[in-house]
């Protein structure tokens, strides 16, 4: 009888967790540490995050005192060496980072320091949970922001909540990285102290800087307690409570359901939109779909920028009013884009449609790229559209949310890559890889990709399922490929040449249904079956809608879903008084010498300058040679634009 009733309560406990999992997304990523890369585009970028902007950002947190905090947390001494009270993340998001990377890259000297930094972590962590250093160093005297008690600050300033959040992200990573629990179980005592409380009867304050609901997602992921997906879904519902437009900084001006538009702390913003994709999915709940489906289409028409960016305004590091996308004083955060690239990538999962990995993409080869150097160990924290030569990438921040960012963000990036629903396959990204999949729980396919994309339009997928199987192979057609760089009339190509997308099955040309702007080849597969798609490499104009003041009568290059601007460095003139016609001739080309080895744009433009007497404008032809935007500012400060005058009349001796 006895085993009788452990066998029962195994049960119910294994009843329970399926009971918790019952919902989520229908469209579900293919986790990055099951998807092996061989890209050359990426393999660099990955391999330079795992042996440069780790290293380096873990040397930086010891060297900046963030180390320390944790140390003088744990026995109650000395001072908060840093500047903020969320540095607490920085070390977190670098574990985070870690964790990802030694998943896939086992390195033991790491996992011991990475061990040795959570035991300094948990020394810090007070006994109910609580973890927080700019408070526990001295409570009499708590740093900063944090308040005179615990969370009375949180709603605006304290982070304590985003603390958590990050907290709980980087022991999910690592668990599941390193099956060890020494970090989980730090973050499941805070994450208990947070159900104990805040709560239904309990406090009830919107978290200042959301990501804590995404956290609090992931434990219940991996544990299946209800209580951490009740208590995002509490934090998602507390803003809101008082109609309050000054709360708009804090995304708290009404409640979540009710918000249509992005407005804003960007970072935030993103953040919680991820959270309430997440939220939704597990419980289905159709309000968050309707806000976050209208937020997303106020960005994407409105605020979104050409480099893929959000966040216009540097005051506030917040989104401006529609149309309102400045060039020279564009915000555009390092952290807004990665956290653009999680809200997007949730949207697919949501919706299964293909437009969301295209803004995904666009700020992935864009803006996300060019915030880190090709050495990995220079950052920028805003990503403006041009620059005057005194903007430059640092080594580190006295706010780094970003640098520690990027190094999450870019163990990760072959999450993103493919995705399944049932008997379908999604590619969503063409990146050199290769993975294996289960169809209906039982067969295994392995589906592999080559191309040089993104200089190249040729992609071949092989298909290998270990017997005949049928499946439906969705291959995302690129919104530029069909000559529309984003999905809204925000941005569009001038003079858009007829689009030519051609896909072959083992050599013979097939004509593929469209859904949901993926091609889709349904069929019973075979080994060795090679498909390849060939996707429209044009070098394309853009222009920018009438109500985009910055940029009228200007235009950007582009090609495939690369960015490309003009930067002072190898051009020799001043980029401020080129003009690009719409007439002039451009072509592609490679250069393996410079920037690591890249592709430029080439055309001849018109150079304007004052002539002697300063009365009249001299024009005369200049070859010119723009470079991919994600990697300007590797070679010193330069001044640098995207976007260039097509006529005279349009022409201002000015860099916006």
Not at 335 to 353: D, K, P, S, T
Request: one cysteine or more; glycine letters at 6%; aromatic letters at 12%.
């Amino acid at each position: 009888m006895k085993k009788l009733k452990i066998y029962l309560l195994l049960g119910n406990i294994c009843m329970l967790y399926a009971n918790a999992q019952t919902l989520d997304y229908p469209f579900q990523g293919i986790p990055f540490n099951q998807v092996k890369l061989t890209d050359n585009f990426w393999m660099q970028r990955v391999e330079t995050n795992r042996t440069a902007t780790i290293p380096a950002s873990f040397e930086k947190c010891e060297q900046t005192g963030r180390v320390q905090n944790f140390i003088n947390a744990a026995n109650h001494t000395g001072k908060f060496m840093t500047t903020f009270t969320f540095d607490d993340t920085d070390l977190y998001k670098i574990i985070e980072g870690a964790s990802y990377s030694m998943s896939v890259y086992p390195d033991p000297k790491l996992d011991h320091y990475v061990d040795s930094l959570i035991t300094i972590i948990g020394k810090a962590q007070e006994p109910d949970g609580y973890l927080y250093t700019a408070r526990t160093i001295n409570p009499q005297k708590p740093f900063g922001w944090a308040g005179k008690e615990r969370w009375v600050n949180e709603s605006n300033m304290s982070h304590e909540l985003y603390n958590s959040g990050h907290l709980f992200e980087a022991a999910s990573a690592h668990y599941l990285a390193t099956g060890k629990r020494n970090f989980l179980n730090i973050a499941l005592k805070n994450a208990d102290l947070l159900c104990q409380v805040f709560g239904p009867g309990k406090r009830n304050d919107a978290p200042g800087h959301e990501i804590v609901e995404m956290g609090l997602v992931r434990l219940y992921r991996i544990t299946g307690e209800k209580k951490y997906l009740n208590l995002a879904k509490f934090f998602l519902d507390c803003r809101g409570k008082k109609l309050d437009k000054n709360r708009s900084y804090w995304q708290d001006q009404e409640p979540v359901v009710d918000q249509r538009e992005a407005v804003g702390h960007a970072v935030r913003a993103a953040y919680l939109y991820s959270g309430m994709a997440d939220v939704a999915a597990l419980t289905g709940n159709k309000e968050y779909l309707t806000a976050i489906d209208s937020i997303w289409e106020n960005v994407v028409s409105k605020k979104y920028y050409i480099n893929g960016g959000i966040g216009a305004r540097s005051d506030g590091e917040r989104f401006g009013n529609n149309y309102e996308l400045p060039n020279k004083s564009a915000y555009n955060e390092t952290c807004a884009a990665i956290a653009n690239v999680y809200w997007n990538f949730r949207m697919f999962e949501l919706h299964g449609q293909s437009k969301y990995i295209d803004v995904l993409e666009r700020s992935l080869y864009n803006n996300v790229l060019a915030s880190v150097s090709l050495d990995g160990k220079q950052f920028f924290y805003p990503n403006p559209l041009a620059a005057d030569g005194s903007y430059v990438r640092q080594p580190w921040f006295d706010c780094s949310c970003c640098p520690t960012n990027l190094c999450r963000f870019m163990s990760s990036v072959t999450g993103y890559i493919y995705a399944q629903k049932g008997n379908q396959i999604f590619v969503n990204l063409y990146i050199g890889s290769s993975t294996s999949l289960k169809i209906n729980g039982k067969q295994n396919v392995q589906l592999s990709q080559k191309s040089n994309y993104p200089w190249d339009g040729s992609i071949n997928l092989i298909i290998a399922p270990r017997q005949k199987t049928k499946f439906a192979l969705h291959l995302r057609i690129p919104g530029w490929a069909n000559n529309q760089p984003v999905p809204s009339n925000l941005y569009s190509y001038l003079n858009p040449p007829k689009t030519n997308i051609v896909i072959t099955l083992n050599n013979k040309k097939i004509q593929a249904s469209i859904v949901d702007g993926y091609a889709v080849i349904d069929r019973e597969w075979r080994k060795g079956d090679l498909v390849n798609l060939q996707l429209p490499m044009n070098i394309q104009r853009v222009i920018a809608n009438e109500k985009v003041k910055a940029d009228r009568n200007l235009v950007a290059l582009e090609r495939g879903p690369v960015l490309f601007c003009i930067e002072e460095t190898e051009n020799k003139l001043n980029v401020n008084q080129l003009i690009l016609p719409d007439s002039a001739k451009l072509s592609f080309k490679s250069f393996p010498e410079i920037l690591n080895g890249t592709y430029c744009i080439q055309g001849q433009g018109n150079y304007i300058e004052p002539s002697a007497d300063n009365v009249h404008l001299n024009n005369q032809n200049k070859t010119f040679t723009a470079i991919p935007y994600a990697v300007w500012d590797n070679r010193g400060g330069t001044a640098m634009r995207v976007w260039l005058p097509r006529t005279v009349s349009s022409f201002k001796l000015s860099e916006e």
